[in-house]
C-alpha cells in the first residue's frame, strides 16, 4: 500500500528564515507529485506540480525537488513571510488517477 | 475566473438523514474527484469519475454514492449520515494529460 509521510508535522520559524518541508512517499512508481496549500477552514491551492520525469519545479519563492529512488519531494520556502503560515500538503500521483496525500506540515512564520 | 465551486460551504444534517453535497466546475476537465478530510488529517480519496466512468475506491463505505449528470456538475450523497461522518468534503477536477488537481473550497459537514 503506497504511503505519504510529511515531517515535520509542524514547524515554527521566524520571519525571513528559509525552510525545507518533506515528503516521503513509500512506491517510486509514481507519476507526479503535487504540493498544496490549505488555510485553516479551506479547500487546497496547488503550489507546484512536478511530473515523474522532472527533477524540480520553481514559482516564485518556492522551489520544490523529487528524488524518485529514493521516495523524497522537498519543499523549499525562500524568506518566508508570516503569510506563508499555512498547513503544507503534498500528494503522490499513482496508476493515472490515485492520489495519496500526506497529513501536511503546519507552518508557523512569526512575525 | 475558471473554477471549482462547492454548495454548500457548510452543511448541518441529522443523524441518519440523507444529505447531498454538490460540486460544479467551469475548468472542462474531465475527471472529478471526492475526498473526505478529517480534523488534521490526510485528505482521503472516497471516488472519482474520469468523464462518466465511476471510479469507486475499495475502502469508501456503500453510505457514500456520487452522481455525474454531466461534464460540469458532482454530486456526494450520504444515504444515513453517521456521527462518523462529520469532515470537510473536498472537491477536485483534473485534466488527463498533466492529472494536475484543483480544488474547490470544501463542505464542511457536521452531523448532529
Known amino acids: 500500500k503506497q504511503e505519504v509521510t510529511q515531517i515535520p508535522a509542524a514547524l515554527s520559524v521566524p520571519e525571513g528564515e528559509n525552510l525545507v518541508l518533506n515528503c516521503s512517499f513509500t512506491?517510486?512508481?509514481?507519476?507526479?507529485l503535487q504540493w498544496f496549500r490549505q488555510d485553516p477552514g479551506k479547500g487546497l491551492t496547488s503550489l507546484l506540480l512536478?511530473?515523474?520525469?522532472?527533477r524540480e519545479q520553481t514559482s516564485g519563492r518556492l522551489n520544490a525537488s523529487l528524488d524518485k529512488s529514493s521516495g523524497r519531494s522537498t519543499l523549499y520556502i525562500a524568506a518566508s513571510q508570516p503569510g506563508d503560515s499555512a498547513t503544507y500538503l503534498c500528494?503522490?500521483?499513482?496508476?493515472?488517477?490515485?492520489?495519496?496525500f500526506g497529513s501536511g506540515t503546519k507552518l508557523n512564520v512569526k512575525p | 475566473d475558471a473554477m471549482v465551486i462547492q454548495n454548500p460551504r457548510y452543511q448541518v444534517t441529522q443523524f441518519g438523514k440523507p444529505v447531498t453535497l454538490s460540486c460544479s466546475q467551469t475548468?472542462?476537465?474531465?475527471?472529478m474527484y471526492w475526498y473526505q478530510q478529517k480534523s488534521s488529517q490526510a485528505p482521503k480519496l472516497l471516488f472519482h469519475?474520469?468523464?462518466?466512468?465511476?471510479?469507486n475506491e475499495a475502502d469508501t463505505p456503500d453510505n457514500f454514492q456520487s452522481r455525474r449528470p454531466n461534464t460540469s456538475f458532482c454530486f456526494l450523497d450520504i444515504r444515513s449520515p453517521g456521527l462518523g461522518d462529520a469532515a470537510m468534503y473536498l472537491c477536485?477536477?483534473?485534466?488527463?494529460?498533466?492529472?494536475?488537481?484543483?480544488f474547490g473550497p470544501g463542505t464542511r459537514l457536521t452531523v448532529l
Open positions: 477536485a477536477t483534473s485534466m488527463p494529460n498533466d492529472n494536475e488537481q484543483f
Open positions: 512506491d517510486s512508481a509514481i507519476y507526479n
Open positions: 512536478i511530473q515523474s520525469s522532472q
Open positions: 500528494a503522490a500521483n499513482y496508476n493515472f488517477n490515485k492520489f495519496y
Open positions: 475548468l472542462n476537465h474531465n475527471v
Open positions: 469519475y474520469y468523464d462518466k466512468d465511476f471510479n
